[in-house]
Structure formats: structure tokens, C-alpha cells
């Protein structure tokens, strides 16, 4: 990565959820324009982020729920 | 502040309230409502199921026990959330494993990672990306995580908390989680880059300077 990216490094994570300062953002996306590596890294870093938003959550696994109402004394309720 | 769907002020302010009053129900919703994220938290701060199971039970009996304490300055879930996160923590304590994890995504001198792996993989579809041996190796990104890092990224991206219940639940403040974050999602997106250069098939490889738009 060249200087010039890194120092628009820090402000990616509020550049891919949109919580950026509009100047900061049409300066970092004038900069994406001539910068393949900083499109790779938006682009890969907002895919991180997806992925692991729709796929990182686990189940509690059924029967660990059951051990919980158990070892709770409560009624389980239907799934 | 953003609150979680579904639970609105006044009717957290009612179920504390049957909670103190010792009502089953309000146990019972109590319990079916914050599990997921108690389990999730207790999963990736512990690495195995049979922990976060534990954790689980014993965040809920702590709770049962305090509850008619709880005086509402924090939601119930944040409340939740941080007794699971605290008994988690006891347990990797306990355990003695280093705080940090020494191969931690490279960082400098101030903390900061610089993306090094520039393949472009952003557009492989999810179909590919979840294949079982992907799904194990995001499992072991987020485990790679120095713990510090790793606790926000579960609560923020995975559990969609706000910045501010993060902040919280962990004793953070907000600024700090807003870096902390930022810093894992770099580390698991340099983690991530680094099996696509290796592993998957059809990925374009950026050069310095070269063409964007990886074919898939």
C-alpha cells in the first residue's frame, strides 16, 4: 500500500457503513477511483463484514437450550 | 442509543418488573430473548461448546440471584451481557492463556494493521464462501483475535449491537470500541485474503496499480 492509502486506512470502516463525513468520503472515493489496491480493500472489507454478519451467529444448539430450562427449573418453551 | 427489536422501554421497565415479582413468564422470555447472544459471546471468547454452554447456565443463575437488584441504569441485556462476559473471561483466567495471541494479524508499532494481501475476492459468491471448510475457517479467524478485539467484533458484527451497548457491556469506551473494531475487521479481512490467495479457486490476484473487478 502506497502512504497515500494508509492514510485513508482509518477511516474505511465508516467509509463501507456510511458514517463518514461527506468531504472525507468523496475524497477517499475520488481516491478509489485511480486506486486498485484501496478498491480490493473496501471492497473485501465490506465483504468481511457481511459475511460474518449473515453467517458468524450461531443457534444455541437444542440441546443446550434443554440443559438451560433444566438446570434453570423453568418450562421449556416450544422452539 | 439504539435499542434491540422488540424491546421497547416501557416494556423492558414491565418485564423487570415481573421479573422482581418472581414471574415464571417473565423468566422464561427473559431467558429465550438474551440466549442467543450470551451463547454467541460465550462461543468465540471460550472456543468451545461445552464452555459456552456453562457460561450460559451460570450468566442466567447469577442473574436469577440479582435481579432484584438490577436497578434498570443499564438495559437487562447489556446487564446479561456483561455477567456472561465476565464469566467467560474468569474462565480463560483460569485457564491461563495469553491475553493476546502472538501471530494477531501483524499490527505496527501504534496498534494499526496495513492490508498487505490485495486478492479480490469481494465478489465470490456466498455459495463458495460457505462451503464447510469456510465456514471452520472463519470460525478460526475470529478465534485468532487478541481477546480485546475479538469481544467487540462478536457483539458489533455479529450480534449487531450499537457502538454504545458495546461500549458497555465491555467497560469501553466508545471511541475505543469504534478502533477496536475497525482493527478486527482489518485483521479478519487480512485473515480471510490470505486463504483466498492460497485456497479458492478463480480468484483474481490484484497487482499494484492493476485492473479492478476480480473475475467470479
Same mark, same amino acid.
Given at each position: 500500500m502506497a502512504v497515500e492509502c494508509k492514510e485513508y486506512l482509518d477511516w474505511l470502516s465508516d467509509y463501507v457503513e456510511g458514517e463518514l463525513d461527506p468531504e472525507l468520503c468523496a475524497e477517499i472515493e475520488r481516491h478509489m477511483a485511480e486506486c486498485g489496491d484501496c478498491r480490493i480493500v473496501v471492497d473485501t472489507l465490506r465483504k468481511t463484514i457481511t459475511l460474518y454478519r449473515n453467517y458468524g451467529h450461531e443457534e444455541v444448539p437444542a440441546d443446550a437450550r434443554e440443559r438451560l430450562y433444566a438446570v434453570l427449573k423453568l418450562p421449556r418453551p416450544a422452539a | 442509543?439504539?435499542?434491540?427489536?422488540?424491546?421497547?422501554?416501557?416494556?423492558?421497565?414491565?418485564?423487570?418488573?415481573?421479573?422482581?415479582?418472581?414471574?415464571?413468564?417473565?423468566?422464561?422470555?427473559?431467558?429465550?430473548?438474551?440466549?442467543?447472544?450470551?451463547?454467541?459471546? %460465550?462461543?468465540?471468547?471460550?472456543?468451545?461448546?461445552?464452555?459456552?454452554?456453562?457460561?450460559?447456565?451460570?450468566?442466567?443463575?447469577?442473574?436469577?440471584?440479582?435481579?432484584?437488584?438490577?436497578?434498570?441504569?443499564?438495559?437487562?441485556?447489556?446487564?446479561?451481557?456483561?455477567?456472561?462476559?465476565?464469566? %467467560?473471561?474468569?474462565?480463560?483466567?483460569?485457564?491461563?492463556?495469553?491475553?493476546?495471541?502472538?501471530? %494477531?494479524?501483524?499490527?505496527?508499532?501504534?496498534?494499526?494493521?496495513?492490508?498487505?494481501?490485495l486478492v479480490d475476492w469481494g465478489a465470490l459468491p456466498d455459495e463458495i464462501l460457505l462451503s464447510g471448510e469456510l465456514r471452520r475457517m472463519l470460525d478460526a479467524a475470529v478465534a485468532s483475535l487478541p481477546e480485546g478485539l475479538r469481544s467487540v467484533f462478536v457483539l458489533r458484527d455479529i450480534e449487531g449491537l450499537s457502538t454504545a451497548e458495546t461500549a458497555q457491556v465491555l467497560g469501553l469506551s466508545e471511541a475505543n470500541v469504534k478502533v477496536r473494531l475497525h482493527r478486527a475487521r482489518l485483521a479478519l479481512r487480512e485473515r480471510l485474503s490470505s486463504y483466498f490467495a492460497t485456497a479458492a479457486p478463480g480468484v483474481t490476484v490484484g497487482m499494484p496499480g492493476g485492473s479492478y473487478g476480480g473475475r467470479m
Open positions: - | 442509543m439504539e435499542q434491540k427489536p422488540g424491546a421497547s422501554q416501557a416494556e423492558e421497565a414491565a418485564l423487570v418488573q415481573a421479573l422482581k415479582a418472581g414471574d415464571e413468564a417473565a423468566y422464561v422470555k427473559m431467558v429465550e430473548r438474551y440466549s442467543p447472544t450470551i451463547y454467541n459471546l %460465550a462461543l468465540r471468547m471460550t472456543g468451545n461448546r461445552e464452555e459456552a454452554e456453562e457460561v450460559l447456565q451460570e450468566t442466567f443463575l447469577s442473574a436469577f440471584r440479582a435481579v432484584g437488584r438490577f436497578e434498570g441504569r443499564s438495559q437487562l441485556g447489556t446487564w446479561l451481557y456483561r455477567i456472561a462476559y465476565n464469566a %467467560a473471561m474468569m474462565r480463560l483466567r483460569r485457564r491461563q492463556l495469553p491475553v493476546t495471541s502472538i501471530d %494477531a494479524a501483524e499490527p505496527n508499532e501504534d496498534g494499526e494493521i496495513i492490508p498487505r494481501q
